[in-house]
């Protein structure tokens, strides 16, 4: 019964250190320290800190990024969305100035002016979207919107991540232990025979524990680059094999939960630097209607209407930035076609040298892998004690 007896603890021990590494997802016990939280959420930010570095200095520029947004093809995509907000603001203009005004203007004239000022507004439109561009460093923070979508209460997010991931990795982890642990149970079994010394079954169950997590692990991350070994087969790291594939899904899963285009357009508009964005399509909406009302001006300042004109100019420039940042979603599906992250990030990913690939997954638990070693290890020593209590 030893081999089988060890293949289970090799199981059950491999079994259980994974579900410590991921669960539970909040502490469980009284805090401090009588209690678990798996490895993952607990080091939750930690570990989306190391994503972030990843993605923002290794997969991905954003820069180079919005630098794919076409600003013309925004245009003709949001400006329709500003159709009735220019019609309004339109109206709000005149009746600032002279509440009679506007129903004095023929309806011929009326059209005329508002596509002008629809022209108009399709050229501030791509002005924005070009200041963005040049100055979306100072903007955009990258490394906030993954950080802030990794941690806190998305610490779950973390552990789906490195789930789906590694999937095949962690399913390999569980089966091995069973194998590993059948095959060290015949060691023991044969050493059981020559030896029948009871009281070494409890330290041959920590063997057995220990190696079979340690095994399970150097077998996934070792060798880096595929080796020969005996002459007879060559092999990789199971983790470092599937580069190419592990690279599209992570791509995927950070392109569809993280960095998607709701994400981004609301930590634009939303973010620390809202204000600056709002302040930019304030401007160009001001200097779009000196534009537009250049001729005008001379007869403003003989009515004596000017400062009433500046104080509409200001109004019409607020309205329009809140209507832009209202609308801004409009832009959603084009942005996640033109921005490409998921294409970006799975190629460059895939062409990461072995050792910074390897980082991705094993950062997940490498600072806890001796105490997920340990876990085995006790477990093996539980079994052994009862074999010798009970089966000896």
């Not at 021990?13 to 991921?22: P, Y």
């Amino acid at each position: 019964m030893i081999p089988f007896t060890y293949g289970f603890v090799g199981w059950v021990t491999n079994w259980l250190a994974l579900k410590m590494t991921f669960y539970p997802i909040q502490f469980l016990g009284i805090p401090p320290y009588l209690g678990w939280q798996g490895i993952i959420p607990r080091k939750a930010h930690k570990m989306a800190s190391k994503s972030v570095d990843v993605i923002t200095e290794r997969l991905l520029n954003i820069k180079e990024v919005f630098l794919k947004v076409d600003p013309k093809k925004a245009e003709l995509l949001f400006l329709p969305a500003l159709e009735p907000s220019i019609r309004y603001t339109m109206k709000e203009f005149s009746d600032s100035l002279d509440p009679k005004l506007w129903d004095m203007i023929p309806e011929v004239v009326r059209e005329e002016i508002y596509h002008k000022v629809r022209r108009e507004s399709g050229v501030t439109i791509r002005k924005v979207i070009r200041k963005l561009q040049k100055d979306i460093d100072t903007l955009f923070d990258v490394k906030a919107l993954v950080l802030k979508k990794l941690s806190g209460n998305n610490v779950s997010l973390v552990v789906e991540l490195f789930q789906e991931v590694g999937a095949p990795e962690f399913r390999f982890i569980e089966r091995s232990g069973f194998y590993f642990g059948f095959l060290l149970g015949l060691v023991q079994m044969i050493f059981m025979i020559y030896f029948p010394i009871p009281w070494t079954l409890p330290i041959q169950g920590v063997i057995v524990g220990y190696l079979t997590n340690y095994l399970a692990l150097e077998m996934i991350f070792r060798p880096l680059l595929p080796k020969k070994f005996l002459g007879l087969f060559t092999y990789q790291g199971l983790f470092l094999k599937r580069q190419t594939e592990v690279s599209r899904l992570y791509a995927k899963l950070v392109s569809e939960k993280i960095l998607t285009p709701k994400n981004i357009l609301s930590e634009l508009i939303f973010g620390k630097a809202s204000k600056d964005i709002l302040d930019i399509i304030r401007k160009e909406v001001i200097q779009h209607v000196d534009t537009i009302t250049f001729l005008a001006k001379p007869a403003l300042y003989a009515a004596g209407k000017i400062d009433e004109f500046d104080a509409a100019k200001e109004r019409i420039a607020v309205a329009m930035a809140d209507n832009a940042v209202e609308k801004s979603f409009h832009l959603e599906e084009y942005l996640g076609e033109a921005l490409e992250i998921e294409m970006m990030m799975g190629d460059r990913m895939s062409a990461l040298a072995p050792k910074e690939f390897e980082s991705i997954l094993r950062s997940a638990f490498q600072e806890d892998e001796l105490l997920l070693i340990l876990v085995g290890a006790v477990l093996g020593a539980v079994v052994g004690w009862f074999q010798m209590v009970f089966l000896v």
